[in-house]
T-cell receptor
């Protein structure tokens, strides 16, 4: 059952704390996306990787957000320090380069209080 | 900078009728367009796509139309069913690059 796995599913944290969200892409996929869902903006692209190399992270607030792919089976999105305005659902998606259909995980619902 | 826009946040239709969801884009470099469907507490799932070399793609009850000159695409669902009630996201990309989404349209199909 190939699917994108995100952990944790829910995270409540206090303002100023570090938050790390993890994503296991579908085995063999070489493109990984991070999106944030908000009411106003819909699905905002934060960053994406191809073959583990970051291709575009212009959607991320650089001072507090960072995205990495330590290996082909793990992508991470880190927020440090977190702020209440970061509260949202964060989705990871993976796909093949050249084929733009992406498969999404179930998301991490982040609440910063 | 919203390159993909879905100007209708919600749409309500009667079961059996046609649902038409609209999407506009501003980047003329986009050459691949997709529709995703999202249920609560789940990630979006791919529904249908269209390449810029076509103006129509059909898959069962779902048809996507592309008007490149107007930078507009639409998703038609015929006939609409209660199970189609979900949030629909339009997405656009330049092939081999990233994918930009609209804000979504919540479709409600009433029995």
């Amino acid at each position: 059952d190939a699917r994108v796995t995100q952990t944790p599913r829910h995270k409540v944290t206090e303002m100023g704390q570090e938050v790390t969200m993890r994503c296991q892409p579908i085995l063999g996929h070489n493109t990984v996306f991070w999106y944030r869902q908000t009411m106003m903006q819909g699905l905002e692209l934060l960053a994406y990787f191809r073959n583990r190399a970051p291709l575009d992270d212009s959607g991320m607030p650089k001072d507090r957000f960072s995205a990495e792919m330590p290996d082909a089976t793990l992508a991470t999105l880190k927020i440090q320090p977190s702020e209440p305005r970061d509260s949202a659902v964060y989705f990871c998606a993976s796909g093949f380069g050249g084929s733009t259909e992406a498969f999404f995980g179930q998301g991490t619902r982040l609440t910063v209080v | 900078d919203q390159q993909v826009k879905q100007n209708s946040p919600s749409l309500s239709v009667q079961e059996g009728r046609i649902s038409i969801l609209n999407c506009d884009y501003t980047n003329s470099m986009f050459d691949y367009f997709l529709w995703y469907k999202k249920y609560p507490a789940e990630g979006p799932t791919f529904l249908i796509s269209i390449s810029s070399i076509k103006d129509k793609n059909e898959d069962g009850r779902f048809t996507v139309f592309l008007n490149k000159s107007a930078k507009h695409l639409s998703l038609h669902i015929v006939p609409s069913q209660p199970g189609d009630s979900a949030v629909y996201f339009c997405a656009a990309s330049v092939v081999y690059e990233d994918m930009r989404f609209g804000a979504g349209t919540r479709l409600t199909v009433k029995p």
